[in-house]
Nanobody
Framework: QVQLVESGGGLVQPGESLRLSCAASGIIFRFYTMGWYRQAPGKQRELVAAITGGRSTNYADSVKGRFTISRDNAKNTVYLQMNRLLPEDTAVYYC?????????WGQGTQVTVSS
C-alpha cells in the first residue's frame, strides 16, 4: 500500500531554515507528482509546493523565493527546503500524492516559527 512518511519539522526562530523530507513507498515514485501542503490552526489545508515526475515545480505565492521543493527518485523521497521562515509559516506540513483519483497523505510534521 502507499505510505508517505514526513520528517524534519521542529521549532525554529523567524529567519531560520528547516528541511522537510517525505519518504514514499508502495508506488513507482518517479512517475508521480508530489506535493507539500500545510494546515494552520483554524485554517484550511493549502498547497505549498508541488513537483512533477519531470521536475516541473509550482509554489504558493506566499512561499515563492523562500521555499524549494525537490525530489530524489533513487531514494523515493521529496524534500521541502524552507528558508527565511516566518511566524505565519507555522503549521502542520503534509506530504501528498494522487494516484488514479485517490489522494494519499502522510501523518504530518509540525513546523513552529516563533521567537
Amino acid at each position: 500500500q502507499v505510505q508517505l512518511v514526513e520528517s524534519g519539522g521542529g521549532l525554529v526562530q523567524p529567519g531560520e531554515s528547516l528541511r522537510l523530507s517525505c519518504a514514499a513507498s508502495g508506488i513507482i515514485f518517479r512517475f508521480y507528482t508530489m506535493g507539500w501542503y500545510r494546515q494552520a490552526p483554524g485554517k484550511q489545508r493549502e498547497l505549498v509546493a508541488a513537483i512533477t515526475g519531470g521536475r516541473s515545480t509550482n509554489y504558493a505565492d506566499s512561499v515563492k523565493g523562500r521555499f524549494t521543493i525537490s525530489r530524489d527518485n533513487a531514494k523515493n523521497t521529496v524534500y521541502l527546503q524552507m528558508n527565511r521562515l516566518l511566524p505565519e509559516d507555522t503549521a502542520v506540513y503534509y506530504c501528498n500524492t494522487g494516484i488514479l483519483g485517490v489522494d494519499y497523505w502522510g501523518q504530518g510534521t509540525q513546523v513552529t516559527v516563533s521567537s
